[in-house]
């Protein structure tokens, strides 16, 4: 599965902890994406990154941050967890690939409960 | 940016019946439509995508046509199997490195198949 990998896959937390959750690849791929899936609402992009230290925000970035230091990892940082954060975040990555740039390929998810 | 409507959220069939999805999009510059299917506790994964030069494109029972002057896409399945229950989700993207080949997502379509 284009060697993406998400950790931890389940977690739990209180409201008010900071979370992290990480997106490796070994692809090297350029492109990386942050998404929320929830009921209703489909997957929606939180923040991307376009290369090393190059990241942008997506249609639901409040209460996100985001860091790419390497290619191969790209972490996604909740600074105070809230309720509504309680999500499953998908990771997809993205690069040339038989010519083509723009297929998206992704990571098997992290379940995320905010309590 | 970009705004994708999905149609129908659920759509129940029989065994052997077809079933069509329909999408439609808002930026006239958009010109890559991808189609994922996601089964239940899974990642969502591209099944087949069209590029805006092409109006039609086939894999085995799966199909999808595009019209860019009514800026719609549907996906078609023929000879529907259990195994096709799943959600698929619709998206649509400018391309280019200018957009950093982001994907704006449908909300989905549950689709059921009746053995």
């Known amino acids: 599965d284009a060697g993406i990998t998400q950790s931890p896959r389940h977690k739990v937390t209180e409201t008010g902890t900071p979370v992290t959750l990480r997106c490796h690849q070994t692809?090297?791929?350029?492109?990386m994406y942050w998404y929320r899936q929830d009921p209703g609402h489909g997957l929606r992009l939180i923040h991307y990154?376009?290369?090393?230290?190059?990241?942008d925000k997506g249609e639901v970035s409040d209460g996100y941050s985001v860091s790419r230091s390497k290619t191969e990892d790209f972490l996604l940082t909740l600074e105070s967890a809230t309720s509504s954060q309680t999500s499953v975040y998908f990771c997809?990555?993205?690069?040339?690939?038989?010519?083509?740039?723009?297929?998206?390929?992704f990571g098997p998810g992290t379940r995320l409960t905010v309590l | 940016g970009e705004n994708v409507e999905q149609h129908p959220s659920t759509l129940s069939v029989q065994e052997g019946d077809s079933a069509v999805i329909k999408c439609t999009y808002s930026?006239?510059?958009?010109?890559?439509f991808p189609w994922y299917k996601q089964e239940l506790g899974k990642r969502p994964q591209l099944i087949i995508d069209?590029?805006?030069?092409?109006g039609e494109k086939k894999d085995q029972r799966i199909a999808v046509t595009l019209n860019k002057t009514a800026k719609h896409f549907s996906l078609h399945i023929t000879e529907t199997q259990p195994e096709d229950s799943a959600v698929y989700f619709c998206?649509?993207?400018?391309?280019?490195?200018?957009?950093?080949?982001?994907?704006?997502f449908g909300k989905g379509t549950l689709l059921t198949v009746n053995p």
């Open positions: 930026d006239s510059a958009s010109n890559y």
């Open positions: 692809e090297n791929h350029r492109y």
């Open positions: 990154s376009y290369g090393v230290k190059d990241t």
């Open positions: 998206a649509a993207s400018r391309g280019g490195m200018g957009s950093n080949y982001k994907l704006t």
């Open positions: 997809a990555i993205s690069g040339e690939r038989g010519g083509r740039t723009d297929t998206q390929y």
């Open positions: 069209i590029r805006s030069n092409v």
